[in-house]
């Protein structure tokens, strides 16, 4: 409805923001969390706070339209490090097609984007926070700056906050003006024990909350009340939690307890998991708790680290919901929020000990099943509603094009999904999810390049997806995984049983006619 009266011209031309939470949740499961969090409000229903704990996914919000089988098209991309990238689909593209794989890797500057497509249609797109992207050296001099990181603006963003891991100089600044003391950017990860003693994992973070990250991104995002008040206007506010390292200020640090959390979905040993494939141990040799929280090198995998590491991670998610409800409240007291299109969403999840692993270099469906929750304008006969239809985060750029009445390039391989957002089931809509993933490196051998003998061609892998099956197929020498969700699922792999080998062919058989069909 808003793009038709926006082309018309008979109603307020529309505004768009959207909220990436870095590394945010796979699953979602009622949780009741403390009474002063505000939180997305009513977009939440009897205060249940999104998080992936190992449970079934079931969002419930009150005012958003919940896709609630949204899977990434490559949640790898820029995520070779221990921080993550924002990519989020801005080209609509999968990764087979813009190559951008890991980070470092140029994104080729002729590829059509979301932002520089907003630009045509006279949006200036803002950013609050970081897009992690490598920049195309052809066509910028060899000694230009802007090639010396992988955490370069994407082409076509105005930078508004600088909030890049390895620098963060606004926030460093101001932390450093408030007196906390500290020697370089990974001192903050570190927690602080009260007494002085040594920390332990639930400890809070050296800063107070109202000085954190997230915090400060907020608060730099509201100050700029005066870039919304014209005629419309586009803002990507990219928090980097609950992203490790897992450390929390006072008192998102103690908001959950570790006793009272549900325990990792897994096999009874990581013996087990690693029986299930020879894509496993190298996995589990590249991610260990100890990879997730700072200053604590020796942590080991016990049932009590495991559970402190996911309470602090859950107290991370409720402090980003906590300021989303302010950016919400502000849009509102603005008078935006009825023109304004709010998309809240992820770019990878994460395992937190879910069978048996760290990160999110996986398989399994937490590593890249993420939230996409989605609030449009006088669409209020929807709220609340829950999508079971497949969506992939290559859809989100076509949305937001659609939305504005701006034209989609044919480059993007994303659908639109407001016609999802209205109730509508178009005819030819996806049956099945499309996910890549890279596990390879150029120059730096990785634990699978090393141990399975894979050359970097081999080291990459798609995932397809419907509503009973899930299909991993590998681009080395490796044999297939196939999951029955009418069955054990994830639990069971079936590859290899005799009844399920046609199933396997004919999922091939159907994604090959597809991708000739339509790339």
């Known amino acids: 409805n808003s793009v038709w009266g926006w082309e018309s011209g008979l109603q307020r031309e529309g505004c768009c923001i959207v909220v990436g939470w870095s590394a945010l949740l796979s699953r979602v499961r009622d949780f009741k969390f403390k009474q002063f969090l505000t939180g997305l409000g009513e977009w939440t229903s009897e205060g249940r706070v999104l998080y992936r704990c190992g449970m079934e996914y079931s969002v419930v919000t009150g005012e958003g339209v919940s896709m ?44 059509p984007s979301l932002p520089g497509e907003l630009r ?7 950013l609050y926070g970081y897009t992690d992207t490598s920049l195309d050296p052809r066509v910028h001099a060899a000694d230009d700056p802007a090639l010396t990181t992988y955490e370069y603006v994407m082409p076509g963003f105005q930078e508004q906050l600088e909030m890049r891991s390895e620098q963060s100089i606004p926030w460093l600044s101001h932390l450093a003006a408030q007196g906390y003391i500290f020697k370089n950017h990974d ?15 639930t400890d809070p973070a050296l800063y107070a909350a109202k000085d954190s990250d997230t915090a400060f991104l907020t608060n730099a995002y509201l100050a700029d009340r005066a870039t ?22 006072a008192p998102y640090n103690t908001l959950y307890d570790p006793q009272k959390l549900p325990l990792p979905h897994r096999l009874n040993s990581q013996a087990s998991e690693e029986a299930v494939h020879p894509f496993f141990a190298p996995m589990f ?17 016990d049932e009590d680290t495991v559970q402190a590491l996911r309470a602090v991670y859950l107290g991370l998610a409720s402090e980003v919901d906590h300021h989303i409800g302010r950016v919400i409240t502000d849009l509102k007291q603005a008078g935006h929020y ?13 395992m937190l000990g879910d069978r048996h692993a760290w990160g999110k270099m996986s398989v399994y469906n937490a590593a890249y099943h993420t939230p996409l929750i989605i609030r449009a304008p006088q669409l209020q006969a929807q709220s609340g509603m829950q999508v079971q239809l497949q969506t992939e985060s290559v859809d989100i750029a076509p949305t937001i094009l659609d939305w504005i ?23 030819n809509w996806r049956k099945f999810t499309f996910s890549e993933l890279n596990f390879g490196h150029p120059l730096f051998p990785t634990k699978w390049q090393k141990q399975l003998g894979l050359s970097i061609d081999e080291c990459s892998l798609s995932i397809l997806r419907n509503a009973q099956f899930t299909l991993v197929e590998f681009a080395g020498d490796l044999p297939p995984l196939l999951f029955d969700h009418a069955k054990k699922g994830e639990l069971e792999n079936v590859a290899e049983q ?18 000739d069909r339509f790339f």
Not at 120 to 126: A, F, I, M, R, V
């Open 405 to 427: 009445g701006s034209d989609i390039p044919n480059s993007m391989d994303g659908q639109s999904l407001l016609p999802l957002i209205k109730g509508e089931t178009p005819e």
């Open 228 to 249: 919304r008040d014209t005629s419309n206007w586009f803002s990507h506010l990219t928090y980097l939690r609950p992203h490790p390292p897992l450390v929390a200020p």
């Open 120 to 126: 045509k249609s006279g949006y200036l797109p803002l």
């Open 285 to 301: 040799d590249s991610a260990t708790p100890a990879h997730f929280v700072s200053g604590m090198p020796d942590l080991k995998p």
């Open 68 to 111: 609630l089988n949204n899977s990434l098209w490559d949640w790898e991309s820029g995520l070779q490090r221990e921080r993550c990238c924002m990519v989020v689909g801005w080209q609509g593209q999968y990764s087979m097609n813009h190559r951008s794989v890991r980070n470092g890797a140029p994104l080729r500057h002729d590829i």
């Open 498 to 515: 005799a009844n399920y080998a046609r199933n396997i062919k004919t999922n091939i058989i159907n994604y090959s006619f597809v991708f």
């Open 187 to 201: 001192d903050l990860y570190i927690p602080v024990a009260a007494d002085g003693a040594h920390p332990e994992i």
């Open 338 to 350: 009825e023109d304004t299109l709010v998309i809240i969403t992820a770019d990878h999840g994460e």
